[in-house]
C-alpha cells in the first residue's frame, strides 16, 4: 500500500483510514431518452389538435378568407384595422374589458366575503357551502337559459317586484342596452362566486389558529387581523383566483349568446361573441381570426401583468 494511501494524524501519531474514493456520476442518457418517448405522443397529441390550427387561423388573419371557398387573398392588416373602424368591433372590445373588470373584482370581492363566513363555526356552514358552490356545477348553457327566462318581461324577477309593491322597478331586464350588459355580469359572477369561495376557504383552512390567536393576544382587531394576518398568508389564493376570473372575463362567450346573443343592437358583444358572428354566421372568417389575436393578447397581457404584481406579495 501507498504511503498516499495511509497518512498519519498530525500531532497524534494515529493512522487515518484512507478517503474514499468519489465514484464519477454517470449520465443517465438512457434513462432521459426512455422519458421521451412518453411524452412524444401526447406531444404530437397536442401540436396535432392545439398548435397546428392555432398557427393556421392565425395566418387567416391577414387574408379575406370567407371560410369556405377555395380562395384566399392575403390582405395585410387591414383586419386589424377594420377592428379599430367597425362599430361593433369597438364595443366589443369595450364590453370584454368591462366585463373583465366588473367580474374579477366583485366575483373575488364577495367570494371571499362568502369564504370568511362559511369559515366561521357555524352550525350550517356545510351546508352555505353547498349552497353558494351549486350553481358552479351546472353547465353555462342552463344557467343561461334559466336566467333568460328569470329577466324575461313577465318573468319571475319582474312578478316578484310586482308582488311586493315595487312594480315601478320592473324592467325589460336583456331587452335595454342600459340594462343587459349588467344583467350577464350580473350572472356570470352569480354563477362562479361559489368558485372563488372554494379557493378562498381552502387558503383560510391552511392558516393555523396559533397565528391567529397569537394576533389576537397581541390586541389586533378583526380588521387588523385580517389585513396584516390573514390577507398575506392568502396571497397565493388572491393571485389564482384573479388569474382565472381575469381569464374567464375575457372569455365569456355562452351566458352572452345563450341571454341576448350580442343584443340588443350589439350592446352586448364581447370579442368571443363577435368571433363566432363574423367567422361562422357572416362568412367573415379573416376577421373573426383577428378578433381572436386580439382576445389572445388581452387575456395573455391581462394575465401577466396581474400575476407579476400579485406574485409579488407571496414573497
Known sequence: MSSSAIAPVPGTGAVAPPAPRRRPRRRHRGYAQTVWWFVLPAAALYAFAVIVPAVQ??????????GVSAQVNPVGLDQFVA?????????AVRNTLIIAVCVTVF????GLLIALGVNARIKSRNILRTVFFAPVVITTIAIGFLWQNLLSPNGAINQALTGVGLGGLRQNWLGEPTT????????V???????SMVIFLAGLQGIPDEVLEASAIDGAGPLRRFWYVVRPMLA?????????SVIGGFKIFDQVFIMTQGGPGGSTNTISTLIYTNAFQLGRFGYGAALAIVLTIFVAAASAVQYRLLSKQEG
Do not use: E, K, R
Not at 377592428?83 to 364595443?91: A, K, R, S, V, W
Not at 366575483?107 to 364577495?110: H, K
Not at 343587459?180 to 350572472?187: K, M, P, R
Open 57 to 66: 387561423g392565425s395566418l387567416f388573419a391577414f387574408t379575406d378568407w370567407d
Open 83 to 91: 377592428i379599430l373602424t367597425d362599430p361593433y368591433g369597438l364595443t
Open 107 to 110: 366575483q373575488n370581492l364577495l
Open 180 to 187: 343587459a350588459l349588467a344583467s350577464v355580469i350580473f350572472v
Open 189 to 195: 359572477i352569480w354563477q362562479f362566486v361559489g368558485y
Open 236 to 244: 397565493p389564493a388572491i393571485t389564482i383566483n384573479v388569474m382565472l
